[in-house]
């Protein structure tokens, strides 16, 4: 006999016990031999299972990309990671003054095209972020 009969039959007067119900009397025993504080337990485990909500994962783990390029052609492949939303940090210290300021000028652009930021982090050390990253920190450099 299925459940759901079994209890509307139970619910309407006609005391039919079913094999597969469990018993009263077993139950009463078994919460009479277990302490309060192990019930008291159970309870908010049952509570709380359904609860439990799932936070939005990225489905690829998050990177900070480190570039040192070495020439100008380097700047599309830094862009491309740019596109991807990834943030980038560049290290311009064994390049040419020359070389630099096309590839930070090309930079400047692409950010401001895509919304992202640029920031100086030192003498020849750039934060290059997209749209949903902010840069904070203490740093002159740095926006506040």
């Known amino acids: 006999m299925s459940k759901v009969a079994s209890k509307l039959r139970n619910w309407l007067g006609f005391d039919i016990v079913d094999e597969d ?10 919460q009479e031999l277990e302490p309060i504080a192990t019930r008291e337990e159970k309870r908010r485990d049952r509570r709380s299972q359904g609860k439990v909500v799932d936070l939005p994962v990225s489905s690829a783990h998050s990177k ?17 990671n740019l596109k991807s939303r990834k943030p980038i940090i560049l290290n311009m210290e064994s390049i040419e ?9 090309f930079m400047s652009g692409a950010c401001s095209a895509m919304g992202g930021d640029i920031r100086k982090i030192s003498a020849k050390i750039f934060a290059v972020v997209p749209a949903d990253y902010e840069i904070v920190g203490n740093s002159d450099g740095f926006k506040e």
């Open 97 to 105: 003054v020359e070389v630099a300021q096309r590839i930070l000028d």
């Open 21 to 30: 119900d469990y018993d009263e009397a077993e139950l009463q025993e078994e």
């Open 64 to 80: 900070l990309i480190v570039y040192r390029p070495v020439s100008y052609e380097d700047t599309m492949s830094i862009i491309g």
